[in-house]
T-cell receptor, first 112, second 112 residues
Framework: GQQVMQIPQYQHVQEGEDFTTYCNSSTTLSNIQWYKQRPGGHPVFLIQLVKSGEVKKQKRLTFQFGEAKKNSSLHITATQTTDVGTYFC????????????FGQGTRLTINP | DTEVTQTPKHLVMGMTNKKSLKCEQH?????MYWYKQKAKKPPELMFVYSYEKLSINESVPSRFSPECPNSSLLNLHLHALQPEDSALYLC???????????FGDGTRLSIL
């Protein structure tokens, strides 16, 4: 069935280092969404990408949507301890009804 | 602060108990969701309501029974749960079923 795959599963960095997580779908997506979940918290919506090749920035975070709309990435420049958490991508699929499918998530930990 | 309110925040219940989880949103969203999340895993979709009608049931055991009394409220009735049902239960809402979702803080459920 349609899946949304995300790598890596875990990433540990030194504060100040960059971080990237990648998301891939077996099918073309109409949009890709990114969420962040802090330890002990709930997922919080970060951004939605809709257009082929789209790039969006939020301060130190850069989000990209691939030309074929099958892959996406989230890059954090110069990580800070506040970036700790699990980052999920999510894409809509159609299995009977439309629903959002989450990737497995990338858990980011940071050494201060 | 979250715009989706879930109660209770914590719940401990025995396997023979009946309890209900409640979720409320006042953003005018027409899609509402129940997710189950185990530690270090992505949210796992359980049910989707669209315009107050159940549109997706992800083969959830009948000991979980959802209810949508109106467009702002979503309940999850629990009966005869098993220890493996212990998890974080998240409610979410969105404008449409593949639009970005707003999550509540969740209910941490423990089954004794």
């Amino acid at each position: 069935g349609q899946q949304v795959m995300q790598i890596p599963q875990y990433q540990h960095v030194q504060e100040g280092e960059d971080f990237t997580t990648y998301c891939n779908s077996s099918t073309t997506l109409s949009n890709i969404q990114w969420y962040k979940q802090r330890p002990g918290g709930h997922p919080v919506f970060l951004i939605q990408l809709v257009k082929s090749g789209e790039v969006k920035k939020q301060k130190r975070l850069t989000f990209q949507f691939g030309e074929a709309k099958k892959n996406s990435s989230l890059h954090i420049t110069a990580t800070q301890t506040t970036d700790v958490g699990t980052y999920f991508c999510a894409g809509p699929i159609i299995q009977g009804a439309q629903k959002l499918v989450f990737g497995q998530g990338t858990r980011l930990t940071i050494n201060p | 602060d979250t715009e989706v309110t879930q109660t209770p925040k914590h719940l401990v219940m025995g396997m023979t108990n009946k309890k209900s989880l409640k979720c409320e949103q006042h953003m005018g969203h027409r899609a509402m969701y129940w997710y189950k999340q185990k530690a270090k895993k992505p949210p796992e979709l359980m049910f989707v309501y669209s315009y107050e009608k159940l549109s997706i049931n992800e083969s959830v055991p009948s000991r979980f029974s959802p209810e949508c009394p109106n467009s702002s409220l979503l309940n999850l009735h629990l009966h005869a749960l098993q220890p493996e049902d212990s998890a974080l239960y998240l409610c979410a809402s969105s404008q449409g079923t593949i639009q970005p979702q707003h999550f509540g803080d969740g209910t941490r459920l423990s089954i004794l």
